[in-house]
């Protein structure tokens, strides 16, 4: 059954479904492979259909990797398994039962910078004094929302805030120290009262906090057992991730979910945990001990990763946090065994220096030695761990110094990337012709190569003249600019003037993409990536991420203009919000620079952990800001000192990242007036001994493990650029010569597959690189017409729905309800009430096309429901996803509809808004043919029926032209995608240009093959 070769507690973790179980999985045990397995093996013993099965982690990218290694695991497709974080899955909850707890049904859900920006907004409104001092009345925003999101995280009400400081008041009526006393009620009063009035002010705005998802969930199942009944019937079986690090509120939404039978897994790992509140790592575990007392318990300890010395000083370091680990607490065994002979010694090294520069020097030394030595080394192998970003910069300039490309994968800073700051200069540019720095930031663009010498003559005539650089460009053929300056000065200006006038009527992201494919911005992406600048694959992935960012604040305001998003980027800019960046995985050929934090659930054969000093790592105590009263707290506390309990479970998850060598790097002096003391945590695993009495400044400590010798420095001149690599330039574009591997989507769609077909070329840059391109008038009516028709059927299913077959019906109660014949369904206006309200107004290329594509809209669905009459049927399924192997890849597919004929057989239905064919050929029938596949796979629809026919449905002539797939057909239809995929997985995404192709293609203005 399995692709995965399992240890025997895995096996049992994995066969284990009779009760609830808690998987302890250490660091490199195979975590991820046992949920996968479990899943699977859940649904091929036939113990759970897909859709009972619920999957909870914490980050999208870790729900992201689940749902690949599931999809990969399991020898059939599916329809439907809930993988995702906890705050999407309770977003889902509550906008489908939203009314029965008092929430309004479309709600806005708030970024935390939303959030910022609304109580900055109503920052009088609020009934605040102590937290709104009069220099700076905002200064206390952040404190006070993370504050906010704390009491919601223990299921804290603003009743329970409220009564809890009414009671402290009571009790502390008629003390000594009045004043004293006074002051710190009211401070306590108000931070009760903001609490409630923020609330009732999300509620005002239609708005919900990301801690309002959980908090709102957890009231919805506790206060409507019908619908806690009908969730708990839904989801038969539950499985969380990182249990360690689930909340009160989280723990409490778990146990809601959970039927009588009790099939709960719960997977994590103590000692990882370094997202608790207050290091309540463990209350949680123990807490489902009790909660589940007959629960069976499964430790994973055999490591696949590292080498047995690097685990044996992780565990040694560990240790000091007992007796508040679940080692002890359950008197476990979590020592860590190696499954992997790494050849050599000294797999763990200590590198002491005299100054910081010097351990920058030793730590790029050692990579160059490695990559010299080191047997099929590639960059990628090498890790550099800091403790937070800011520690990061000084082996930046050493690594670029050195010619070594490296990543630096901060965690946030979208707002810092070139390509963004330039699209939001356009931005300004446009909106006031005044902002002469924004200008020229777009003077600079890379599409235009402007001159620098016509640049400083642009600048001196406009100082000179004390105008605009929007003016100044207008005059540059008078000021004697180049015949190039002078055309690009009246190209921007053009462009300008041209996005001026669209921000009147266009949406932000409309305004932007057109002017980056005008600009030639779009265009200079394909040919420097064609060129092997790596860079500009990563500033296309920035830009997908600003896009998405600009798309989300369009959907929270309707009446999105360029204007209001400029106000709204300012104030949070203003907020101190950099933007939340990607984590890539597939970073290329190059040295990873993170934050710890950032490299939970990775591995490199080398790690360097460095800057290992007192205040540094372990960092300094700080404050919580605005602490939570105790008496409120509802998680078990642990015994010892939290903070640097995390810490070294921190230093813990940093070490066990190493596979075959772990460095660990400090030095003494790091600028400050007084010597470093060497981290903690070395000392408690014996790798720092006393500092010498005198050392030169040509010495450095290299300590290996049982090896105390003070050795020679090897060089202490700066270091040397790497063996064959390019010129140090910009960060991230060190070597143009290096093979360019791109990672492959891990699922296709019939789309997808599609347009590689039309040429490979336009795939690659349109899935591959990702590359952002303007829509059509065309599109947007297609959408229009799908989100309409799905919204309408739902309504029919709605009216229907007691007596009409679900995925979830057995196939008895199908037969059942094939007989009947009365459907409900709404009136004609109400269809189209359904389109106005559906229309989607974006990317038609004048306010005419966009009106007679409006009226053509309404005259279609006029046709229909007047063909419809007395045949109206009531869908099985609307907009249905699903997963099907073929050949082992996955492809993903969504089905507009599914009805069921009188035999009992299906009819799939595909909308079509393009040309109606009467007569299909056998291209034209490759999607049903996909559908078809699914369709008789999977079981989830297998049960239904089986399929009877396969329609097209025109929506512009009302037409219809339907067929059934032949078994050749469908063989030969596997045999052209396993083709295709084929040539994909291969790396050929050569153009294949013609003037029919190239005359359709979105890419036509910004590729170079273009026929």
Known sequence: MFQTKLNSAQQQAVEYND???????????????????????????????????????????????????????????????????????????????????GLPRRFK??????????????????????????????????????HFSKCKDELITPEDYLQYANDQRNQTAGSENGEVIEAEM??????????????????????????????????????????QEQIQRRYKYVLVDEFQDVNYAQYALVRLLVGAQNLLTVVGDDDQSIYAFRGASVSNILRFKEDFPTA???????????????????????????????????????RLVATKNVPGKNHVVHLHSSTLEEEVNAVIQEIQQLQQRAVDFHWDDVAILVRANGHAEPFLHGLERAGIPYEFLAASGLYRQSIVIDSFNFFKAITSYHESNALFRLLLLPPFQFDQGDLQTLMYHAKKKSISYFEAIGRAAEWKLSNEGVEICERLRRLLLEGRQRAKEEKPTVVLLKFLEESGYLRYFTEQEEKGNLEVVRQVEYLRQFLEFIARYEQTKPDATVYHFVEYYSHMLQSGDDGKLYQPTDTPESVNVMTVHASKGLEFRYVFVVNLVEERFPTRRRGEGIDLPQELIKEQLPEGDYHYQEERRLFYVATTRAKERLYLTSADNYGGVRQKKISRFLHEVGLAHKEMKKRGNNEIRNEETGN?????????????????????????????????????????SFSQIQTYQTCPYKYKLAHIIKVPTKSSGAFSFGSTMHVTLQRFYERVQEMNGSSQPTLFTTSSEVGETATVTTVQVPTLDELLSIFERSWIDDWYESKQQREQYKAKGNEILRVLYAAQEGQWTVPVALEESFKISIGGNILTGRIDRIDQL?????????????????????????????????????PSFAHLGSVGKLTFYYLNDNVQTSFVGKDKEIEKLKEKLLATLHHIHDGEFSPTPSSFVCSYCDYRDICEYRA
């Open 296 to 334: 069976k318990e499964v430790v994973l300890s055999e490591n696949y990763r590292s080498a047995q010395e690097i685990l044996d000083l992780a565990y040694q370091s560990i240790q000091e946090n007992n007796p508040d680990r679940l080692e002890k607490k359950l008197n476990i065994d979590k």
């Open 708 to 748: 105390k010798e003070i050795k020679k420095r090897r060089n202490m001149l700066p270091v040397q650029p790497a063996k064959n690599s390019s010129e140090a330039i910009h960060p991230s574009i060190k070597n143009n010569n290096i093979e360019r591997v791109y990672k492959l989507p891990k699922s296709f």
């Open 109 to 146: 859900l708030l970024t935390d910078t939303d959030a910022w920006l609304l109580l900055h907004d109503h920052l009088y409104d609020l009934p605040l004094t102590y937290y709104r001092p009069l220099g700076n009345p905002t200064s206390h925003v952040h404190e006070l929302l993370r």
């Open 902 to 938: 009188t035999d009992g057989t299906l009819e799939i239905v595909d909308y079509k808004t393009g040309k109606t064919k009467e007569k299909l050929t056998g291209d034209d029938k490759d999607q049903l043919l996909i559908y078809q596949i699914a369709a008789t796979t999977i």
């Open 186 to 227: 009211a401070r306590l009063e108000e931070i009760a009262n903001v609490y409630q009035a923020y609330n009732q002010l999300l509620l005002k705005e239609s708005s919900l906090d990301f801690g309002d998802l959980i908090f709102y969930t957890v009231k919805l199942l506790q206060e409507r057992p019908a619908i």
């Open 19 to 101: 009760g609830p179980l808690l998987i302890v999985a250490g660091a490199g045990t195979g975590k991820t492979t046992v949920i996968t397995q479990k899943i699977a093996h859940l649904i091929e013993t036939g113990n759970a259909k897909p859709e009972e099965i619920l999957a909870l982690t914490f980050t999208d990218k870790a729900a992201a990797e689940m749902q690949e290694r599931v999809d990969e695991s399991l020898q059939v497709g599916y329809a439907n398994i809930t993988i995702g974080t906890f705050h999407r899955f309770c977003q889902d909850i509550l906008e489908e039962y939203a009314l029965h707890v």
